[in-house]
Nanobody, 119 residues
Framework: QVQLVESGGGLVQPGGSLRLSCAAS????????IAWYRQAPGEQRELVAA??????NYADSVKGRFTMSRDNAKNTAYLEMNALKPEDTAVYYC??????????????WGQGSQVTVSS
């Protein structure tokens, strides 16, 4: 079994910064894709950023403000969020396509981390 645990959310003023972390643990062979999604109240969950074996991709709404990275040694992904806007307010979820030690690839979700941008 694999678990994704997020941390780092909170309340920040417009223009401020936050860093989210997503730590993967358990029976991991490789992390194929790691991504961040977000869901605002009354809205559908949307992809924010993703790291694949070939590239790092961002939603247009966060390009130039958010940076996603991963530390393979720690099985941890990060989302550095700068110049935050009130419309960035949402629950942020970590998502992973992870190959377990049984060599099967499964999708996992973290529990979500609230980010609130407000003055």
């Amino acid at each position: 079994q694999v678990q994704l645990v997020e941390s780092g959310g909170g309340l920040v003023q417009p223009g401020g910064s936050l860093r989210l972390s997503c730590a993967a643990s358990g029976s991991i062979f490789t992390i194929n894709v790691i991504a961040w999604y977000r869901q605002a109240p009354g809205e559908q969950r949307e992809l924010v950023a993703a790291i694949t074996p070939d590239s790092t991709n961002y939603a247009d709404s966060v390009k130039g403000r958010f940076t996603m990275s991963r530390d393979n040694a720690k099985n941890t992904a990060y989302l550095e969020m700068n110049a935050l806007k009130p419309e960035d307010t949402a629950v942020y979820y970590c998502n992973g396509l992870i190959k377990g030690t049984d060599y099967r690839v499964r999708e996992y979700w973290g529990q979500g981390s609230q980010v609130t941008v407000s003055s």
